[in-house]
């Protein structure tokens, strides 16, 4: 009786490390690639005429979000910019022209469904001679659906049919609404029924805060920068001289009943991330 247990706690044995492996070989090559793969949730890559489950895989120890602000002209922070690992920009903002101040690096580049025109336009050079800059696209469901019926996704599709090297991402319906979860939270308001659509930036700020371990965000105003009596005038882009003045812009934005996007709000809620993640504001700098 002894010798028959012996022999079976010594067959086992043996069996444990078979039964282990078999096991490991089928959960490895079962999984489908989408549950393989690995990356930020709400960020999925649109390539040769479909969405794929690959996920936006990247991560940066610092980060260097430049906004498209006129602070930016005159800073003279494009080599220190360059310098960093990851550089974001948002929308069409041109670096070409701007290097001293702006900088000539683009590692990421967030765009709105309704800049994504612009940036087709001059199509060879952001999606062929740019290629290793990753394009994050955001907009509402009916520009970005993908049944056929989403003018900007359709868009986005055919360019990166066109260049299939590009590395051209959309924004996820479940993202956006976390986002428009987010801006809730910290206001105590429904975008949608207080008329108010979340600003590019504010996108670019939570994939800053998703993606980088410290980050540095340059010409980016604080929430009581247009109060203070002293403030510089600049344009809203450093990019656009002639047109309407930040501040001007940000007020009126704010207190627009439909369609406005809520800056002045917006800037209170990443003084309030300042506080608890690694960010810096720089040019200018904010007492936080």
Not at 147 to 166: H, V
Request: aromatic share 10%; with cysteine; hydrophobic share 35%.
């Amino acid at each position: 009786m002894k010798a028959l247990m012996f022999r079976g706690l010594c067959l086992l044995s043996l069996s444990l490390p078979l039964l282990y492996w078999f096991a490991h070989v089928i959960t490895r090559d079962d999984v489908s690639p989408a549950a393989r793969s690995s990356g930020l949730q709400g960020y999925r890559r649109i390539s040769r005429g479909r969405v794929e489950q690959q996920l936006l895989n990247k991560h940066c120890n610092q980060c260097a979000l430049v906004s498209s602000s006129g602070q930016m002209l005159g800073a003279g922070v494009g080599e220190e910019i360059d310098k960093t690992a990851c550089v974001i920009r948002m929308n069409n903002a041109p670096t070409r022209g701007f290097e001293t101040d702006v900088g000539s690096r683009t590692s990421v580049r967030v765009v709105s469904h309704t800049s994504a025109p612009l940036l087709v336009r001059n199509e060879r050079y952001y999606f062929q001679q740019s290629a290793n800059t990753t394009y994050i696209f955001w907009g509402p469901e009916k520009n970005m659906r993908q049944d056929g019926k989403g003018r900007i996704y359709n868009l986005l599709l055919k360019m990166a049919t066109k260049y299939p090297n590009a590395k051209i991402y959309a924004v996820t319906k479940d993202r956006v609404q976390y986002c428009d979860n987010v801006f809730q939270n910290e206001t105590g308001k429904n975008r949608m029924k207080t008329g108010a659509f979340l600003s590019t930036g504010f996108f670019t700020m939570i994939l800053a805060l998703d993606m980088c371990d410290t980050i540095q965000v340059y010409g980016m105003i604080d929430d009581n920068y247009c109060s203070r009596a002293n403030h510089s005038v600049v344009p809203y882009h450093y990019y656009e001289r002639n047109r309407i003045n930040e501040c001007r812009m940000y007020k009126v934005h704010e207190h627009t009943k439909r369609g406005g996007h809520r800056f002045i709000t917006e800037k209170a809620i990443y003084a309030k991330w300042a506080t608890r993640h690694k960010i810096e504001f720089k040019n200018p700098s904010w007492s936080l």
